[in-house]
């Protein structure tokens, strides 16, 4: 047994479902990836702020180092280049931290764009398809005689509703009982079409051989 239903029908609708659900989760992890650059492009100016500080500090450094260079007062001059190199080192590693922030908002941001829409299907669609393939599996490990039938044909009567029963046999319960073997087929079909399975093969056979006896 696989994971899908063996009726046209019910297979046709689980497999639309199935595609739709991966189509929903691509499309929304397009929008989470769009999101999460146009967030991230908010850390542009940051980002080349601290570009520019890093070479600033770059040259105000070198300069000190020249300026350190002249005789007798060259301790003097290059103490405001070393000021300024400190001060572009510090604007460059509050720029940097305000990258690292706007980019850790833009990834969480695109992830829940993503995860929130998602999840909300995926809570609805995964336990009727888990419930599916459990119930059916389970289902199929019955179908093996005509005899496993009428286990289907009383559940069919447990759960369909009364009109339902009723186009099938006037006194279903008494011809369950009494061994009609067509009103527990055709239960039993009832009850097989709601889990997705189709009648067995060897029912036919069952009930020829019965009828030969």
């Not at 890093?54 to 020249?66: K, M, V």
């Amino acid at each position: 047994m696989g994971i899908y239903a063996s009726r046209p029908k019910r297979l046709i609708g689980q497999v639309l479902s199935d595609v739709f659900v991966l189509t929903w989760g691509v499309v929304w992890a397009l929008i989470g990836v769009f999101i999460n650059a146009t967030i991230g492009v908010l850390a542009t100016p940051a980002r080349e702020t601290a570009r520019a500080a890093a070479r600033l500090a770059g040259d105000f450094t070198d300069a000190a180092d020249q300026a350190a260079k002249v005789p007798g007062v060259g301790e003097q001059l290059r103490r405001p280049f070393d000021a300024a190199s400190v001060t572009m080192g510090n604007l460059m590693v509050s720029a940097n931290h305000q990258v690292d922030s706007i980019e850790r908002l833009a990834l969480i941001v695109g992830w829940l764009v993503f995860l929130i829409p998602v999840a909300v299907v995926v809570a609805f669609w995964l336990p009727r398809r888990i419930g599916f393939y459990r119930q059916a599996r389970a289902s199929q490990q019955f179908i093996d005689s005509a005899a496993d039938l009428d286990l289907f044909a009383l559940r069919a009567m447990a759960s369909q509703p009364l009109y339902v029963l009723a186009g099938v046999s006037d006194d279903p319960v008494r011809d369950w009982r009494g061994g009609n073997r067509d009103v527990i087929n055709r239960l039993a079909e009832i009850e097989l079409r709601r889990n997705g399975l189709r009648m067995p093969v060897i029912a036919a056979a069952d009930v020829t051989d019965a009828g030969l006896s």
